[in-house]
């Protein structure tokens, strides 16, 4: 089955079997390898992506789902030039991360929430990222990050 989508602000067209989950056709058949699939259940939101600008978990959707849509990885969040993107840079700064293989689903869940949730709090913060699960850390610079990240989103807006 042909699916066309823009990935990253490119057109990208995958030739896969209908049953194919969107995490699958991303990093086999486009190389976005920087989607994880950590669960297979979609407990964990490693494989978190944008999905016309919104949060979803590539695991719990088909391929076929995403036909016309507007998706963007982790490898396409950041400038052209390079330059992160504010909630990546706060990753960075506050030490949001430890091992990794959560961080790019939790920082694409995060300019979600800072989108959708501008003025969230700690505590909502909290709330609002429970779809992913870090097991390396205690989520206080995840907060952090967020709150840093949510800071910097809305002085670039």
Do not use: W
Not at 25 to 49: I, K, N, P
Not at 82 to 107: D, S
Not at 113 to 134: K, T, V, Y
Not at 145 to 151: C, D, S
């Amino acid at each position: 089955m042909q699916v066309q989508f823009t990935v990253n602000g490119r057109a990208a067209s995958v030739d896969v079997p209908p049953e194919t989950l969107l995490v699958h056709a991303l990093r086999e058949q486009l190389r976005l390898t920087g989607t994880h699939v950590g669960c297979d259940t979609s407990q964990c939101g490693a494989c978190t992506v944008l999905l016309d600008g919104r949060a979803v978990k590539s695991c719990a959707m088909l391929a076929v789902q995403a036909q016309g849509a507007e998706v963007t990885t982790i490898e396409g969040l950041a400038a052209a030039d390079g330059t992160l993107h504010p909630m990546q840079a706060a990753f960075k700064e506050c030490h949001g991360l430890q091992c990794g293989f959560c961080t790019p689903g939790m920082v694409l869940s995060a300019v979600d929430l800072c989108r959708s949730h501008p003025d969230a709090d700690a505590g909502q913060i909290r709330e609002l990222l429970e779809g992913n699960i870090c097991r390396c850390t205690g989520y206080q610079n995840i907060v952090r990050a967020v709150q840093a990240g949510q800071k910097a989103m809305a002085s670039s807006a």
